[in-house]
């Protein structure tokens, strides 16, 4: 957990060689229960953070989005 970060679901692969190219998944929640980083942690020690903003809970989507 991190500052702000009401909670974090840390998920890690199971076969070994996902594990060799991926260490974990974390997905960090705020306190509203949104979403607010997706962090990939590769297995070589290198990252890559995903930082969500302006993030809009079941809004609209328009139906030629699914054709």
Avoid at 6 to 16: D, N, V
Avoid at 42 to 62: C, K, M, Q, S, Y
């Amino acid at each position: 957990r991190e500052d702000g970060d009401a909670l974090a679901f840390i998920l890690t692969p199971k076969q070994a060689d996902m594990r060799s190219v991926l260490e974990s998944l974390v997905i960090r929640f705020a306190e509203d229960g949104i979403a607010r980083t997706i962090l990939l942690k590769e297995a070589n020690g290198g990252g890559t953070e995903i930082r969500l903003r302006d993030v809009v809970v079941n809004g609209p989507v328009d139906d030629r989005e699914f054709r």
